[in-house]
């Protein structure tokens, strides 16, 4: 049964912010920054002696550990705290140019920019996965598919050369992912590559969606799908289910990954 939660208009297109969730990381590890340094910098001062930046170090890690572990973040989270400070400080010792550090910012925003913000990384679907979805479509006639955060078109680019009668739309907003689709996808007249977020996009101009985002938006998307898309399209989430709802069917892929296509009816 799928879940019967009335819909609120104005959630629809609402992206799930995980700004929250970073903030309040952040907020801890300057917490533990900041004690070490409040108890350390006047025992030192006093002392006319230098702080000793690799003991600092793993004094605020220690300190960072023990408050992720206090207010029970997720494992990952407390590997990261650990980690933090005396990663920062032993690159420090490398003395490398401030500037390279922006431009490998710039470079990880150009290819990762989804990822900050609504916690969905870049990995992309194998031929596998895009042969078992034109399967899945093979009886539809002229299918409008649509998919979400298309990355590289690893499976909108196969589609469309197979399905020449269906329209292709893909939708990317990290700027190098998108610019190796838009060329890739540059001489199939079927496929649509546009620049964007895909919470803008309007879903009842297609009759499938996919995505292969995270689990931290899938709630929000499918509230979405269910008020956008037309009666009887079908949403596919490749790799994350729908909390709390039963996919009408689940394709399983036989690739090494063994990928799981949730596939639900709206
Ligand atoms: C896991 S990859 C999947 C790529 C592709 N769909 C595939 O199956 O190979 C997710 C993609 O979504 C993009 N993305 C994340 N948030 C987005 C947003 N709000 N709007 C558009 N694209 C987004 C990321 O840049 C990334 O390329």
Known sequence: MQGVTPIKPSESSASPSANGQQIRQLYLQLTAAFSVAVLAWPYYALRNEELPWPHTAFAIAGTALLLASLTRQPWWWRLIHAAFAPLAWGVSQLAIPPGWYLLAFLLLMLIFRGAPGG?????????????????????????????????????????????????FTGIENAPLTWLIGRLRSAR????????????????????????????????????????????????????????????QQVIEVNDSRRTRLYCYRV
């Not at 649509?192 to 292969?212: C, K």
Request: net charge neutral; proline share 10%; aromatic share 10%.
């Open 119 to 167: 916690q969905v990384p870049l990995y992309l679907s194998n031929a596998d996965t895009a042969a078992a979805i034109a399967r899945h479509i093979a009886k539809r006639p002229a299918v409008r598919f649509v998919d979400l955060g298309a990355g590289v078109g690893s499976l909108l680019v196969p589609l469309a050369r197979e399905r020449p009668d269906s329209h």
């Open 188 to 247: 199939l007249s079927n496929c649509t590559w546009r620049w964007g977020d895909l919470w803008q996009i309007d879903l009842s101009d297609f009759d499938m969606v996919h995505a292969f985002l995270s689990p931290t938006p899938m709630a929000a998307l499918w509230q979405k799908a269910r008020q956008q898309m037309p009666p009887g399209s079908v949403f596919i989430s490749n790799s994350f289910p729908v909390p709390d709802v039963e996919p």
